[in-house]
């Protein structure tokens, strides 16, 4: 996985003094100047590195969706925050280099661990993201969390799984009176996936079990 780091700076002296910093460690940086310049998809989950210096920048902080990137959140002690990001690393200034160094490569390998997509149809499924996205394309397709939950699980199933099984596992529920729900959420699934929700080719069953074809 490439070492990529996305800055979002407006070129004061500390990024680029700690850009030039990381690029003998091999890094490869990018640097936007506006936080509507990023990608609105991340095939790689680059590091995205924010410097919150002031109410307008943690107004654009909020902007973001974190998800799509490892977020190094830099901030000077003075500085509180009161929203909480939960999957953003903080590092107070003054930076030790260092300890900057050791938390990257910390990321990095986790990031190597969670990072998988599985090709359904003619998208990608990124399972961190809960995203369904084409290759050539800047569009995405945003997942609730029981329809991700539903498609992680059914990609461990390689022999399917009945409608039993999935209210079971996936709900917690063995009623066959939530055999509604989940057919009105495999049809939901279906309409962003399928080319023709009607005659599917990667969420199939047949009249015992769900399959998904990749």
Known sequence: MAKSIIFITKKNFFFSKLSLLL???GYF???????????KKSFKTPFL???????????????????LY?????????INIDE????????????????L??????????????????????YFYNTKTSQLFEEKSSS????????SKFLNYMLKKNGGAT??????????HNKELDTHTLESLIYRLRKKIENNPNEPSVLINDSKKYFIKI
């Open 70 to 78: 490892n977020l190094v959140i830099f901030k000077e002690q003075k």
């Open 23 to 25: 690029e003998k460690e």
């Open 84 to 99: 909480d990001f939960p999957n953003a690393t903080y590092i107070s200034l003054p930076l030790v280099y260092n300890e």
């Open 140 to 147: 995405v397709i945003n997942l609730t969390e029981l329809e």
């Open 163 to 172: 409608k039993t099984q999935i209210l079971s596992e996936v709900w917690k």
């Open 29 to 39: 940086l990018k640097t936007l100047s506006r936080i509507n310049e990023l990608p």
């Open 101 to 122: 160094i050791k938390e990257v490569e910390r990321l990095n390998k986790v990031t190597k661990i969670n990072y998988k997509r599985y090709k359904l149809g003619k």
């Open 49 to 67: 590195f924010f410097f919150l210096e002031s109410k307008a920048s943690l107004r654009d902080l909020k902007k973001l969706n974190s998800k």
